[in-house]
């Protein structure tokens, strides 16, 4: 009740005009979007930036400029759905450029290699994202790219709600439990017959609109899906229909039909 309560009264605040200039300068989405969309966004970026603490690394200063414009890209993902704001997530940790991290692999046979791999972003079910400033910059001066490592990270989130790291976020909120089931038999069905036609044209060397990427896991793959959805929204459902109507239900959006106005 009293986190209902404090909400309350950050969306009762005025939204500070410096946030805005910077949407304005920095996240050219905002401006595709309705006037209704826009102020709900709005709402959600306080309540999001009350809530996450930003630390900069490898000598980061964090600014405004920093936090709004990664939460303007996690709260697009919440518009028109019940949320409860990524609820364990604590910590956005930004670091200038592309950062290392030590990773472990089995090579079989007891054997296991220890090295370092350069990452723009890393999700972790622990309540951290790390986020490569410059690589999130070059995402948003791009939008129609269909990458974007903020949208693929906090798509991560989404996925962990469930308690698994396995593509399926949670379904069917508010439905019976009759309904859930057919809507994650539905998801499953979709989702694993497109990840594997996925990997399949990746070994064979066909392009698709998917990055290869999408290709490595499921969760890889709801992630991947989930930036190609907001960024190249005409052609995931030129190509792959089906992906297409499950995200639409899933972000209660149609970003095909937004993407075909002119940019103001």
Do not use: M, N
């Given at each position: 009740m009293l986190k209902s309560l404090r909400r309350k009264r950050l969306l009762s605040t005025p939204f500070p005009e410096a946030w805005?200039?910077?949407?304005?300068?920095?996240?050219?989405?905002?401006?595709?979007?309705?006037?209704?969309?826009?102020?709900?966004?709005?709402g959600h970026i306080r309540i999001f930036l009350a809530e996450k603490h930003f630390e900069g690394c490898a000598g980061l200063v964090i600014e405004a400029e920093h936090k709004v414009c990664v939460a303007a890209l996690a709260c697009l993902?919440?518009?028109?759905?019940?949320?409860?704001?990524?609820?364990?997530?604590?910590?956005?940790?930004?670091?200038p450029t592309m950062f290392v991290v030590p990773t472990t692999r089995h090579l079989g046979g007891g054997i296991m290699q220890e090295r370092h791999e350069s990452r723009l972003g890393e999700?972790?079910?622990?309540?951290?994202?790390?986020?490569?400033?410059?690589a999130v910059c070059a995402d948003l001066a791009a939008p129609d790219s269909g990458r974007n490592v903020v949208l693929h990270e906090f798509a991560h989130q989404l996925d962990y709600e469930d308690g698994e790291a396995d593509g399926a976020p949670l379904l069917g909120r508010g439905e019976s439990f009759a309904g859930r089931r057919r809507r994650y038999a539905e998801w499953a069905r979709v989702m694993r017959a497109e990840f594997d036609e996925l990997r399949a044209r990746t070994q064979r060397g066909e392009p698709d609109v998917l990055r290869e990427y999408g290709a490595t896991s499921p969760a890889e793959f709801?992630?991947?899906?989930t930036e190609c959805f907001f960024g190249k929204p005409r052609e995931l459902r030129h190509e792959h229909p089906a992906i297409y109507e499950q995200m639409s239900w899933y972000y209660k959006q149609d970003p095909a039909v937004i993407a075909t106005e002119p940019r103001p």
């Open positions: 805005q200039r910077i949407i304005g300068v920095c996240c050219p989405f905002f401006r595709r979007l309705s006037d209704e969309d826009q102020r709900e966004l709005d993902l919440l518009l028109h759905r019940k949320t409860d704001y990524y609820p364990e997530l604590r910590t956005i940790l930004v670091y999700s972790w079910q622990a309540g951290a994202i790390v986020l490569a400033w410059d709801f992630a991947v899906a």
